[in-house]
């Protein structure tokens, strides 16, 4: 875990960002002592977003398994995929 202080993000602009980026973690940012801000480079947050919504998906997809809705086999979602896109995949 990587804490700094608010000075060091107001100051040191340059190496907080340089850090952001080289360490690819999240720099959790304190004032007075407490925590204040989590600061992390663009492609870290992005990556984490799909990740968070793919686990939204999978979890949906399990929630949908243990009710025990019908599930698809393969070939029937490709023909559903390929009757909404027009072609074969």
Known sequence: MIIKPSTALRNDYGSISELAHTEDAPIYITKNG???LVIMSIDAYE???????LRAKIAAAEQVRLSGQPAYSIEESRKALEAIYGHEL
């Open 34 to 36: 407490e925590g204040d």
């Open 47 to 53: 990556r984490r977003e799909e990740v968070l919504k």
